[in-house]
């Protein structure tokens, strides 16, 4: 054997070598994409779980329509009993 005819050998060794750790890096990255991909679906499915525990949760807060709503009828009923005193203390006199 030559030189030329070994180092063409060993030339084709390398290539081969490169080839097949292209191909496993080729198959790790294709391997990651799809685990990530999955993870991903299933993190959207608990972020969309939490939404919901978060909006179920909210609904029964104390809102501040629901304090001017309640505030509104007690002043009406205030009046209301206002307006009753003076009633009554109007024939009283």
Known sequence: MTAADQTWRLEQ?????MQVLIVALLGWSLKTNV???T???VL???VRSL???VM???NDRYRASDAARDLASVWAELQRHAAR???LES???
Request: charged share 20%.
């Open 13 to 17: 060794h390398v290539g081969t070598i």
């Open 35 to 37: 685990e990530t991909t």
């Open 39 to 41: 993870q991903i679906g």
């Open 44 to 46: 959207q499915a608990e």
């Open 51 to 53: 939404q919901t525990t």
């Open 56 to 58: 179920q949760g909210t």
């Open 85 to 87: 005193m003076d009633g």
């Open 91 to 93: 024939k009283h006199r």
